[in-house]
């Protein structure tokens, strides 16, 4: 069984920054691709970016790509979020997900799933 903990969230002004985190334990990330995915109040929760197994592949949502940074390091068993010119649009709870595969899943199937971490973006 893989645990997934996110951190790194918080209260930020928009045009400011946040680096989320998530730790797996029970399986290295080396074994995962990983993704962030988010839900804003009252919405579904969304895809926001995926990395695969061995890090080398990434995708993001349109929303926001140039902005987000997706990365992995399997020696710390982590992968994280560099946000970057954040504004009240990307006010959500920020999930971190997993599965044993080797390319980026981009849809809300991964075997594993964190309890999320608060971002808010005051505007």
């Known amino acids: 069984q893989v645990q997934l903990v996110e951190s790194g969230g918080g209260l930020v002004q928009t045009g400011g920054s946040l680096r989320l985190s998530c730790a797996a334990s029970?399986?290295?990330?080396?074994?995962?691709?990983m993704a962030w995915f988010r839900q804003a109040p009252g919405k579904e929760r969304e895809f926001v970016s995926a990395?695969?197994?061995?890090?080398?592949?990434?995708s993001y949502a349109d929303s926001v790509k140039g902005r987000f940074t997706i990365s992995k390091d399997n020696a710390k068993s982590s992968a994280y979020l560099q946000m970057n010119s954040l504004g009240p649009e990307d006010t959500a709870v920020y999930y971190c997900?997993?599965?044993?595969?080797?390319?980026?899943?981009?849809?809300?199937?991964?075997?594993?799933w964190g309890q999320g971490t608060q971002v808010t973006v005051a505007s």
């Open positions: 997900a997993a599965s044993p595969r080797t390319r980026p899943l981009t849809t809300d199937d991964h075997d594993y």
């Open positions: 029970g399986r290295t990330v080396s074994n995962l691709a």
């Open positions: 990395i695969s197994l061995n890090g080398r592949m990434t």
